[in-house]
């Protein structure tokens, strides 16, 4: 494995962004393994399966490739890069998150990328779980009203139609699902380092995390700004 830096979170948190601007400026990887979730789940509706079987779902993952190149999602070679972003597929996700045959299969591919890349991975279980010997860890959350603002813009944004309070209602929804379940339940690492991103810049958050990362991997760092 080469150097990894981990950043978990809830959905709105901001670590899908911070990640990447991390990435950008590192040079490194970014692993996100939402996306992976993402695809199984649109995989799935595809071909008409059940999502709620375990089983069925759990031998379809086995049999698709996903692949992340830089700025996109490949899935079984076909860029789906915006179709995993839908609400619809949002809303499924779930099913392959709970799924353990799934996150034993997603696990296995996020490892062999961190094996060949130096990577910034965020996800919900990556410092708890995948990685949990990654000497950099951090876990991003916010005020839930605030999170639900974000992801409502990101869907009106790609043209879907949707209710800020249906958003609200979906991802209260899904923090009782990730934090409840018995495998692999959201929560930072305990080596984490905890960041409330509620009315910071996503520039503050990515600074902090980049100066961390480069401490961490034996680079030269950058100085933090002061904690406000």
């Not at 779902?57 to 700025?71: E, F, H, K, N, Q």
């Not at 099913?95 to 961190?114: D, G, H, M, T, Y």
């Not at 409502?152 to 309070?165: K, M, N, P, V, Y």
């Amino acid at each position: 494995m080469r150097r990894v830096v981990t950043i978990d979170g809830p959905a709105g948190s901001g670590k899908s962004t911070v990640a990447r601007i991390v990435a950008e400026r590192l040079g490194w990887r970014l692993l996100d393994t939402g996306a992976m979730y993402r695809s199984v789940a649109l995989a799935a509706l595809r071909a008409g399966i059940d999502l709620a079987d375990e089983e069925a779902l759990g031998t379809l993952a086995s049999r698709i490739t996903v692949s992340l190149p830089p700025g996109q999602v490949l899935l079984d070679d076909q860029d789906v890069t915006q179709a995993i972003r839908t609400v619809e597929v949002t809303r499924v996700t779930r099913f392959a998150a709970e799924n353990p045959k799934v996150r034993q299969i997603l696990a296995f591919w996020q490892r062999a990328f961190a094996a060949e890349n130096d990577t910034i991975t965020e996800g919900r279980d990556q410092g708890t779980v995948v990685f949990p010997d990654a000497p950099c860890k951090f876990f991003l959350t916010a005020d839930p009203n605030e999170r639900a603002r974000r992801r409502h813009a990101e869907f009106l944004d790609r043209g879907e139609s949707i209710s800020f309070d249906e958003v609200l209602c979906d991802q209260q929804r899904r923090d009782a699902e990730d934090t409840e379940r018995t495998l692999a339940p959201l929560r930072p690492a305990e080596d984490a380092t905890l960041i409330d991103t509620t009315g910071r810049t996503i520039e503050e958050i990515a600074t902090i995390v980049e100066a961390a990362a480069r401490r961490c991997s034996g680079e030269a760092s950058l100085p933090e700004p002061p904690q406000s």
